[in-house]
């Protein structure tokens, strides 16, 4: 969510913005493998789902769901796998 607000910052020609939206665009391609795939949510403990006490966190989910909507209405994302299109992304 930090990442794609600053980028609101840097102008179009700063020369770490492409860097930047790439390390952005990575990340989000990463979240992408760690959706709960029935609840669509994601974890407390990304990459260990079923490790015990580990629960569906609702916070860090719409933060990233804010992530996918901003970076794709800006045009840092493809449209069609971050927003609404993407019945697992229904933002």
């Known amino acids: 969510m930090g990442m794609v607000d600053v980028l609101n ?3 179009k ?3 770490k913005r492409p860097k930047l939206i790439n390390i952005f665009k990575n990340l989000c391609s990463s ?3 760690y ?3 029935k609840s ?3 974890y407390l403990i990304l990459d260990k789902p079923n490790k015990k006490g ?3 966190e609702s916070s860090a989910s719409a933060m990233f769901m804010y992530a996918f909507a901003k970076g794709a209405l800006k045009g840092y994302l493809e ?3 971050y927003l609404l299109q993407n019945k ?3 933002v």
Request: charged share 10%; proline share 0%; aromatic share 24%.
């Open 40 to 42: 669509h949510l994601w």
């Open 54 to 56: 580990n629960y569906l």
């Open 13 to 15: 020609n700063n020369f």
């Open 35 to 37: 959706q709960d795939k």
């Open 31 to 33: 979240l992408l493998n």
């Open 88 to 90: 697992y992304l229904m």
């Open 79 to 81: 449209k069609s796998i």
């Open 9 to 11: 910052y840097f102008l």
